[in-house]
């Protein structure tokens, strides 16, 4: 019985079973030799007995035990992965909870400023100073929100869930995103604010995202200003010099055993509810930037991060300046700009950016002067101050998004202010500004701003012109929140679609055939029963017409592996939550805009076979000039059907030999013929033989 008893002491200690065997027959070893060495005459006793009997009890008990060993371990691993679980579920709902707590804190604070509520049909009246200060109210919701979902966006880096995307990087001013970031940021009051002092010593153009750099920004300023209340005598210095942003705390320092593991995911210290992923989301996305993020750190004397760019060429950035301004003269080139400023040297100095671009610029000095000029004079575009005079910016663009000024309703309007963008920013957004750039700016931030703004525009009024087209179609709706598909439904209701709403995926199926004729579905893709990859795949398995119904899809995860079996199930169209209004109704509009009947879509896939046949063979002859226009002429083909992957694929390689005068690099035709292989794959049940 003692043996069988240390056997499994022996296993329990050691879980993983070579260590266990391993060390049982080292015992076993060790008690022979010291049986032999201690006990006299030891070889001539009858060992049979110790054979028969005590070498199956082990023996069984050896593997009774493993047995035992491993279920045990595996109940170890299942409640330290529980654990864990637990530990970052309870990190993140403490840190969810700050911004949570401040949003209801700012409501409480609106409600005190709206009046009373009285019986039906009572007129209320808001002073303007309450209005100012609900509106102040407002953006500090919008930046507790977006601090909430900045911490969701880092837990699911962390999780592997959303590779960085670098396709929408562009050329950006360190100082001014910087500027944006400190401004921007949520100081528990003014005193904080005062606290944090910017010094630009040297700008420079760093290639890059702006929202993920000013997260970056918001989690060093929001670890430094964690100690605030502790330490009153810390300052905050933020120092943009050559290649590099400097943010230095004269806080509480750091010890060395927590500085050696500060950008390690999930390691938080000192710090109650925190997820520990700021600084590990600061250095992915330093790396992706190409650059690095380092910190130093002295107890009780200061902590030190600095970020470290790598440097643009100066004939990358001459290439990227050419660009723009390029860009921007085709945009605006011989149109009219009218400056709006109380100011004559910020009219003049602004004339003298917009001089470069070919325009012709009127200006005014207030707001009333602005619409009597608008009244008499048509302009493309408005560069308006926001502090002014008789009339300032906010009611000058309210009176001209209103229609008070005719056929002006959807003309590009930027905001060129000193004041701080977020205070202003929900005013803003609600009237309808397409854009907003400090003072100060440097002249082709101005310039971007304005092309920025054109485009802005012109995607709006592509949008409303688009409610011809969506009103009276019929849209499914699966989504498994119930508070996700009431917005959305009367979102899309608005544009006069007519909208079924289910909540999980087999319904979905049910509707789509069923009796009532579904133009279009809109599916979330995680849902009980069937989720969004499952619902294309059976759309597409169903007989036509009903196999060709546009299917769009929207998810929280958007990685490379998901769009990929998107596209393999047939998804024509991928929407990141939260979805962007806009985005939904134009990706609506191109896959309702067209109707191909069955004839004609032969007669398309027919040529467009044709052609990519030439295509090739004057690939084969280095022909460039006649592949461009083989390509474009392609493209104009495959823009008349629902074929948004080849359509993107094609678009890509006809730049590409447009802008070089050479053919793309590897095998990119067989991919493009692949592409219009699983297009034809697609549209067969439609196409009469």
Same mark, same amino acid.
């Given at each position: 019985? $003692?043996?069988?008893?240390?056997?499994?002491?022996?296993?329990?200690?050691?879980?993983?079973?070579? %260590?266990? *065997?391993?060390?049982?027959?080292?015992?076993?070893?060790?008690?022979?030799? +010291?049986?032999? &060495?201690?006990?006299?005459?030891? !070889?001539?006793? /009858?060992? @049979?007995?110790?054979?028969?009997?005590?070498?199956?009890?082990?023996?069984?008990? &050896?593997?009774?035990?493993l047995i035992f060993s491993r279920s045990n371990l595996k109940g170890q691993l299942a409640q330290e992965k529980l654990d864990t679980v637990k530990e970052l579920t309870t990190c993140i709902a403490l840190e969810m909870k700050n911004p949570i707590n401040q949003i209801r804190y700012r409501i409480d604070l609106i409600q005190q400023r709206l009046p009373h509520p009285g019986y039906?049909?009572?007129?209320?009246?808001?002073?303007?100073?309450?209005?100012?200060?609900?509106?102040? =109210?407002?953006?500090?919701?919008?930046? !507790?929100? /977006?601090?909430?979902?900045?911490? %969701?966006?880092?837990?699911m880096d962390e999780m592997g869930f959303t590779p960085i995307d670098k396709t929408g990087f562009r050329h950006l001013s360190a100082a001014a995103v910087t500027r944006k970031a400190v401004d921007e940021f949520s100081y528990q009051n003014a005193s904080d604010r005062s606290r944090v002092l910017l010094m630009v010593r040297e700008d420079f153009v760093f290639n890059g995202d702006e929202t993920r750099y000013v997260y970056v920004l918001f989690?060093?300023?929001? /670890?430094?200003?964690?100690?605030? /209340?502790?330490?009153?005598?810390a300052r905050i210095m933020v120092i943009v010099d050559e290649q590099?942003?400097?943010?230095?705390?004269?806080?509480?320092?750091?010890? #060395?055993?927590?500085?050696?593991?500060?950008?390690?995911p999930f390691h938080s210290v000192g710090k109650p509810g925190g997820t520990g992923?700021? $600084?590990?989301?600061?250095?992915?996305?330093?790396?992706?930037?190409?650059?690095?993020?380092?910190?130093? +750190? @002295?107890?009780? @004397?200061?902590?030190?991060?600095?970020?470290?760019?790598?440097? *643009?060429?100066?004939?990358?950035?001459?290439?990227? =300046?050419?660009?723009?301004?390029?860009?921007?003269?085709?945009?605006?080139?011989?149109?009219? *700009?009218?400056?709006?400023?109380?100011? #004559?040297?910020?009219?003049? @100095?602004?004339?003298?950016?917009?001089? #470069?671009?070919?325009?012709?610029?009127?200006?005014? =000095?207030?707001?009333?002067?602005? $619409?009597?000029m608008l009244a008499r004079k048509r302009?493309?575009?408005?560069?308006l101050d926001l502090s002014m005079p008789v009339l300032d910016g906010y009611d000058t663009a309210e009176t001209i998004r209103r229609g008070g000024v005719p056929g002006l309703e959807h003309m590009p309007i930027v905001v060129h202010s000193a004041e701080g963008q977020q205070p202003a920013r929900s005013r803003l957004d609600r009237i309808g500004v397409d854009a907003f750039i400090p003072k100060g700016s440097k002249p082709l931030e101005i310039i971007d701003a304005l092309c920025r703004a054109h485009a802005s525009a012109a995607h709006r009024q592509e949008t409303l012109a688009s409610s011809s087209t969506l009103a009276g179609k019929t849209l499914l709706l699966a989504d498994g929140e119930a508070f996700s598909r009431k917005s959305l439904r009367a979102a899309l209701q608005e544009r006069g679609m007519r909208v079924i709403d289910v909540g999980d995926g087999r319904t979905a199926m049910n509707m789509l055939t069923g009796a009532i004729r579904i133009d279009v579905v809109l599916t979330d893709m995680q849902m009980p029963m069937l989720d969004g990859l499952?619902?294309?795949?059976?759309?597409?398995?169903? #007989?036509?017409? $009903?196999?060709?119904?546009?299917?769009?899809?929207?998810?929280?995860?958007?990685?490379?592996?998901?769009?990929?079996?998107?596209?393999e199930a047939g998804i024509d169209e991928f929407l990141e939550k939260p979805v962007d209004l806009m985005e939904l109704f134009q990706k609506l509009n191109q896959q309702l805009a067209v109707v191909v009947d069955a004839g004609a879509l032969s007669d398309v896939l027919s040529d467009v076979r044709t052609k990519l046949g030439i295509l090739a063979h004057h690939v084969a002859l280095n022909n460039h000039d006649m592949g461009q226009e083989l390509m474009h002429a392609i493209l104009e083909l495959a823009g008349q059907i629902n074929a948004r992957a080849f359509h993107a694929e094609l678009r890509a390689l006809y730049d590409i030999t447009r802008e070089k005068g050479q053919w793309p690099t590897g095998d990119w035709l067989t991919r493009l013929q692949d592409l219009f292989a699983e297009v034809e794959k697609r549209f067969s049940p439609a196409v009469p033989a």
């Open positions: 019985m $003692l043996e069988v008893t240390m056997v499994f002491f022996v296993i329990i200690v050691f879980s993983q079973p070579w %260590i266990a *065997i391993t060390n049982m027959a080292l015992g076993v070893i060790l008690a022979m030799v +010291s049986s032999h &060495l201690l006990i006299p005459d030891f !070889s001539s006793f /009858n060992h @049979s007995v110790l054979v028969s009997d005590h070498l199956h009890v082990m023996i069984y008990t &050896l593997l009774v035990g039906s049909g009572q007129s209320h009246s808001v002073s303007a100073t309450d209005m100012d200060a609900i509106y102040r =109210e407002i953006s500090k919701c919008r930046q !507790s929100v /977006n601090w909430g979902a900045q911490v %969701i966006e880092m837990t989690n060093l300023l929001k /670890n430094a200003t964690y100690y605030f /209340n502790e330490h009153l005598d590099r942003v400097t943010v230095e705390d004269t806080g509480p320092g750091m010890k #060395p055993d927590v500085l050696a593991r500060a950008f390690e992923l700021g $600084l590990s989301f600061c250095k992915r996305t330093m790396q992706a930037f190409g650059g690095r993020i380092t910190c130093e +750190s @002295s107890m009780g @004397s200061f902590t030190r991060f600095v970020m470290r760019f790598p440097r *643009i060429s100066n004939r990358d950035l001459m290439a990227y =300046e050419d660009s723009l301004l390029t860009r921007a003269k085709e945009v605006f080139q011989g149109k009219q *700009i009218l400056i709006v400023d109380d100011a #004559p040297r910020l009219r003049a @100095s602004a004339r003298a950016v917009l001089g #470069p671009l070919g325009v012709r610029v009127d200006e005014a =000095e207030d707001g009333r002067t602005a $619409l009597e302009y493309d575009a408005m560069l499952g619902i294309a795949r059976a759309i597409r398995l169903l #007989p036509p017409p $009903l196999c060709s119904t546009p299917v769009i899809a929207m998810g929280t995860q958007c990685g490379e592996a998901l769009f990929t079996a998107a596209q």
